[in-house]
């Protein structure tokens, strides 16, 4: 166990990318706040549950993974292709075969939270008008988000076509980091204009700068020291997205032209405006 670190690259981008594979398996983390509006008293179950599900997984986690490096050995994580099955085949033996079923199962379980999730910012983004207005909408019948769960999952799909994996967790974990440092500084920002909001949920300070000193560097270290296509194309994905906002969000240049593909919508899918959308008081 002492050569564990034998043969690897200790640069500032090569821990960045490491550190991207890593946290790809805790990715989930802050699923739960986008479901806070059907959370009950969430200003007491938020914390409690992102505190106790975060330190629960970590610690299963990490036990986990000592019992895969236990039983097989540095050499034996290497050479495998699936790690949990191999465990269960050493481990289990005859039973191992009850692996395979646990990995699909949690590999279910994990698409459908990441699902819920973000169907769920999509149709609250719609919602204050920030997407076209029918992705706002759900089933007249069982009340689903359903252009929502669409529009998801074809984006999904899209994403799969390169085929690559390791590009996939770099060109996600690059966006989703620079994000988390952006959220942070909204953060920043809102408690210097607003200093006296009213804030339920509030923690020291310290704790965000922290993680935006980690986001920094997981954004900026592989750039700057080994830039890749994954990087570019995630940059150039954000910044195309403004060529869309600004002119029919910001200036809405289009109000009113797609009302023709809303009704179409509307009666293909069977959906009608969500009645949890918060009344204009304006």
Same mark, same amino acid.
């Given at each position: 166990m002492k050569s564990g670190f034998d043969g690897t690259i200790g640069t500032a981008s090569g821990v960045a990318l490491a550190f991207y594979d890593a946290l790809w398996a805790y990715d989930g983390w802050n699923t739960l706040n986008y479901v806070s509006e059907e959370l009950k008293n969430p200003y007491v179950n938020l914390p409690r549950a992102n505190? /106790?599900?975060?330190?629960?997984? &970590? /610690? *299963? $986690?990490?036990?986990?993974?000592? !019992? $895969?490096?236990?039983? =097989?050995?540095? +050499?034996?994580? =290497? +050479? @495998? +292709? #699936?790690? #949990?099955?191999?465990?269960g085949d050493d481990v289990l033996g005859?039973?191992?075969v009850i692996m395979? /079923? %646990?990995?699909?199962? !949690?590999? %279910?379980?994990? #698409?459908?939270? #990441? =699902?819920?999730?973000?169907?769920? &910012? =999509? $149709?609250?983004?719609?919602?204050d008008d920030q997407f076209p207005?029918?992705? @706002?909408?759900?089933?007249?019948?069982? $009340? &689903?988000p359903i252009?929502?769960?669409? %529009?998801? !999952?074809?984006? !999904? *799909?899209?994403? *799969? /076509?390169?085929? +690559?994996?390791g590009s996939l967790i770099d060109f996600f974990s690059f966006a989703s980091w620079m994000f988390y440092a952006l959220a942070i500084i909204s953060l920043?920002?809102?408690?210097?204009? *607003?200093p006296d909001a009213h804030r339920p949920i509030k923690i020291f300070i310290l704790l965000p700068v922290i993680f935006l000193a980690c986001s920094v560097y997981l954004v900026v270290a592989p750039i700057i020291q080994d830039p890749r296509l994954e990087f570019l194309y995630a940059f150039l994905f954000m910044v195309g997205g403004l060529l869309f906002y600004i002119p029919l969000v910001h200036f809405q240049l289009m109000t009113g032209r797609f009302d023709a593909v809303t009704r179409f919508l509307q009666k293909i899918m069977e959906v009608v405006p969500s009645p949890y959308e918060e009344p204009d008081f304006g």
């Open positions: 505190v /106790i599900g975060v330190l629960l997984v &970590t /610690i *299963l $986690y990490i036990l986990t993974n000592i !019992s $895969y490096l236990v039983v =097989l050995g540095i +050499d034996g994580l =290497l +050479d @495998s +292709d #699936a790690v #949990a099955v191999t465990w005859a039973a191992g395979p /079923i %646990f990995v699909m199962c !949690s590999t %279910f379980g994990a #698409a459908n939270g #990441a =699902l819920f999730a973000g169907v769920r &910012t =999509l $149709y609250a983004a719609a919602r207005e029918v992705l @706002s909408y759900v089933n007249c019948k069982r $009340y &689903t252009p929502c769960l669409i %529009f998801t !999952s074809v984006v !999904s *799909l899209l994403m *799969l /076509i390169p085929g +690559d994996i920043f920002i809102l408690r210097w204009r *607003l």
